[in-house]
């Protein structure tokens, strides 16, 4: 049975729903849906690196790696080799949880900055091989011809996309719930708070983050096929070391330990980058440093935290 309060999911999914009615009637927005569909992309990465870190305590700045395996892969089953996109989908995600488990089992024994180190290592090793590998990636000069997704004969067009693509957020958001409120998300916070106690409880601590950690990838394997299958061209510069960087922008400013909160941390994000920020060009690295650094001195639980930081204050108020 899945967990969840109702209502504010129920809320949240009728504005996802009339966003783009909407914004079509308002011209200042009207390009907006087509920015939100990048927003449940990387919410969908979110949810599962949120699990990942916020919930497990194990710090991953891998995961554009798998964000581009899942990418590369699909890109590849159906342009090269003309197999049906959504079994190509299905694949590439299996496929990058299996990656993920070779390279867990391992980096996982480390703990802290080297944890984070070794993840760091494996993206840019996984980045490298998408510049080199030109043959299959087509290299720097990026990979072209890839098919665009469709559902009984119907293409899917941009607005179509947008509810398919919201759609399976929700049911990530949801599912991941689910597991966070059942006896193994009990299990991934004892691992978080103290390995050594979770261990004498009788927690598979190196099986549970395997196993999360599997789960988190194959979650940015299935964002990044849906962001080929839509844009239809893939580059390496889109999976780069940033990009793994501001994943981890996104959930610090949205809740590292919410998962609604990685949501909306995409969305903010998102938009930062597609609508607001463009006009800082080179210098919007620093507005995302600053962004970082503010969010964790003044609110380290994230912008999802903000409401219990005011109830307690009203607690300790005389």
Known sequence: MLRYRKYPVLIVSLIIAFFPWVAAHVPAIDHYPDIMIFAGIYAIITIGLSLL????????????????????????????????????????????????IVVGGPALKLKGHY???????????????????????GGPDGMTGIPGLSIFGFKLNAERYYYLVWGIALLVFLFTTNIIQSSAGRALR???SSEAAAMAMGVNVPGCKIVVFAYSAGLASLAGSLYAHYMNFLNPSTFDIFFGIKLLIMISLGGIHYIWGAVIGAVIVTFLSYEWLHYFEELEILVYGLILLMITVFLPQGLAGIPEMIKNRFKAAP
Request: charged letters at 5%; aromatic letters at 16%; a negative charge.
């Open 115 to 137: 944890l984070a180190m070794a993840t760091l290592a494996f993206g840019i090793i996984v980045f490298i091989i998408f510049n080199e590998e030109a043959g299959f990636t």
């Open 53 to 100: 870190m916020g919930y497990t305590g194990q710090i991953s700045l891998g995961h554009a790696a798998f964000y581009g395996i899942g990418a590369y892969a699909s890109a590849i089953f159906t342009s090269r080799y003309g197999w049906n996109p959504w079994l190509s989908m299905l694949l590439g995600t299996v496929l990058t949880s299996l990656i993920a």
């Open 190 to 192: 004892a691992i978080h």
